[in-house]
């Protein structure tokens, strides 16, 4: 869909802002620390449009402002993080070097027939998501660990509608006609962890190698429960000495300040992934948790497949990839693509 236009501008406006409070706050909290603490922001774009399609999960934006990996106390890291690093499980303790992200992301699901007025029985239900996040990521050796804290709200509240509509209006467009039975507002409150290993770079020539990057992880909620799995393999010139390359999924935040702390002048590679999922509970599909609403029969079991490439030129990087995700509900009648577009910019 189209839409993403108009979320993306919105949601320019909405970080923008919010960074600003966050760096003010930070810095007027802790003056005694010299140094600034986010140096990377990300933006991430997902959308069907790039699959020509307008359906299921149809946009989705996210943006990220990451620190560099560092000691626990150094003056890298903001103190409001320093008790989350010494209690959480597997980033804990003061071995490693850790990381802080701050995200602020909208999701949209739509069902395959827009024009309809009545609920689409046999397909989702509208659903918008609105939400900010908190990440904790720490590295020993070859393994990231990370920990994300989502908090925020599912339903008209998420301003999915709003923003579809004004997107379709500008373009001329028609608009998707039901809305009036997208989820009702609920809060949102998820909690995400994810570790990653690199398998070490084999070398197929002059800086050219390749690499594979395993991962496991797991999401408890209101919005999603699940156990998730999968691995990345890349190909390419100077891979960099990271953990890979995400879509817009919880725990998976790569950009941290580009973790080698290098700024090369010019890598590129391509990548494929595959990511596998034990769902419990999803509240797109199966709807609101506290509130009567329209739902379908999820697949307890849904794979994700991703390609795409990597081109980093000195502190710019832009990822591209399509993605392949099968049927998430039983009357679901095609497995769904989209596109997945981030730049990520290291200051």
Known sequence: MKSGVKLLIMTIILVAGFASFATAATHESFQEKKESYFDTFTIYWENDTFAGTDRDYTNG????????????????????????????????????????SISLGQDMYTPADAKSVEVVRDDRPYAGYLYVAAGFHTRHA???????????????????????????????????????????????????????WQSGSVPLGRRFGVDLIPHLGGRIGTVNTYLNAGAEIRLGWDLPNDFGSCPIRGGCETNSAFIDGSKKKSTFHIFVSADGKAVVHDIFLDGNLFHD???????????????????????????????????????QAENQTFGSLSMAWSF
């Open 293 to 331: 609403s329209h739902s379908v029969d999820k697949k307890p079991l849904v794979g994700e497949l991703m390609g795409g490439f990597v081109w980093q030129i000195e502190s710019l990087k832009w990822t591209y990839s399509y993605i392949y995700r099968s049927k998430q509900f039983e009357t």
């Open 142 to 196: 070859i393994r990231k660990d990370s920990w994300e804290l989502r908090l925020g709200v599912v339903g008209p509240s998420s301003l999915a509608e709003k923003t579809q509509n004004f997107v379709h209006d500008l373009i001329g467009e028609e608009r998707a006609n039901g809305w009036d039975h997208q989820l009702k507002d609920e809060p949102a409150v998820d909690l995400i962890c994810e570790s990653q």
């Open 61 to 100: 934006i996210k943006f990220s402002w990451s620190t560099p990996f560092d000691l626990l106390d150094s003056t890298s890291l903001p103190a409001w993080s320093f008790p989350f690093f010494k209690q959480l499980p597997f980033v804990g303790g003061s071995e490693g070097t850790h990381a802080v």
